[in-house]
């Protein structure tokens, strides 16, 4: 989820007009090998990802699969700061919310549920675009061969980068924000004094074990020695938050420098140093969402200097028959 409130939020315009005849001629061109297209939205931990998800689905035909191995699990909405349905604008939303708490839910899990989301999409001639910071189940979901993912399916890679500096300080308010809202209440609502063990399910979530000791220790304290506690398990969270920052760049890093995976970067620095609303929504804008649509609809419409097996399919078909804005009628 992005660390900025929903209110600044600003739906996508159509940026770009693609010639219908062009676009014709690529998707119903019976000759040349077609894989249907997927999209992933990449980055660390509060840059907007989810932000950037509902701007491209709605401004194309697409619905959403979450690849946040923590969100996907049932319960504890502030301390995984999933995406409200208010905020999903109506966008269906695969892989969210979905899965028991005590499950031990892995990496192959999500492969193939993720698969089956992908494919149950692109039959409704939609758009699957993949959203989450798990980057070590999305490697895994692409690279692994036994789900054939590179060989059936073009990828188009979007990664929502903030420096680190600027994204420590985003997250550590985002934790100020979301204990605001309830979180220490939300995760006293699960806490099991016999069970200490957070490895497993939801209760490996960040912001759940640093509170352990706090809910144990808090009823034999005097009000100073529980605010001390509580700070310290709050601080914790911080640390912790841009501890996960710093490995899923490093994971980011790995995947596009040494695996040479082909990431589009997309400097949204500028939006969270700006504490205007209109002004960080104009930079949001313009350097996120206007550069991703453009990215997505040349993706769609094979204009990128590409591979020249890749070909538009199902989504530009629809889009057309539609009338979409994104595509010129003349």
């Known amino acids: 989820m992005s660390s900025l409130p929903m209110q600044m939020w600003k739906q996508a315009q159509p940026l770009l007009k693609i010639p219908t005849s062009l676009l014709k001629k690529e998707v119903l061109n019976p000759w ?22 509902i701007d491209l689905a709605t401004s194309f035909p697409a619905e959403i699969i979450n690849s946040d191995k923590i969100q996907v699990y049932k319960g504890l909405d502030i ?8 905020e999903q604008c109506g966008v269906p939303h695969h892989l969210l919310d979905i899965v028991n708490p005590n499950v031990d839910y892995k990496s192959k899990d999500f492969c193939l549920m993720a698969t ?11 758009l699957p675009i993949i959203v989450g910071g798990s980057n070590s ?4 979901l692409v690279s692994d061969p036994k789900y054939g993912f590179k060989f059936n399916y073009d990828c188009c890679f979007l990664w929502v980068d903030v420096s680190v500096s600027v994204l420590h300080k985003s997250v550590s308010n985002r934790v ?11 995760v006293r609502g699960i806490f099991d004094p016999y069970n200490s063990d957070y490895t497993r399910g939801i209760r490996q979530a960040i912001g759940v074990p640093e509170f352990d000791t706090f809910f144990r220790t808090e009823h034999h304290l ?11 398990a709050i601080s914790e969270i911080k640390e ?38 209109d002004v960080a929504n104009d930079a949001w804008h313009k350097m996120v969402t206007q550069p991703s649509l453009e990215i997505v609809t040349q993706f769609l419409s094979n204009t990128r200097n590409l591979d020249p097996n890749f070909s538009a399919r199902r989504v530009l078909r629809n889009m057309i028959e539609q009338n979409h804005p994104l595509i010129a009628t003349a």
């Open 32 to 53: 040349k090998q077609q894989r249907d297209k997927v999209v992933f939205i990449m980055g660390a931990t509060g840059t907007g990802k989810s932000r950037l998800s």
């Open 79 to 86: 301390v995984t700061n999933k995406i409200t349905r208010q």
């Open 116 to 126: 089956h989301a992908v494919e149950s999409i692109l039959q409704q001639d939609k």
């Open 137 to 140: 189940y999305i490697e895994s």
């Open 176 to 186: 100020d924000k979301m204990v605001q809202s309830g979180l220490v209440d939300e």
């Open 222 to 232: 005097d009000e100073s020695d529980r605010d001390k506690q509580l700070q310290g």
């Open 240 to 277: 912790n938050t841009c501890k996960l920052v710093n490995k899923q760049l490093k994971k980011i890093h790995i995947l596009k420098h040494l695996k040479a995976w082909e990431l589009y970067r997309l400097d949204a620095t500028e939006v969270f140093n700006n504490g205007n609303e």
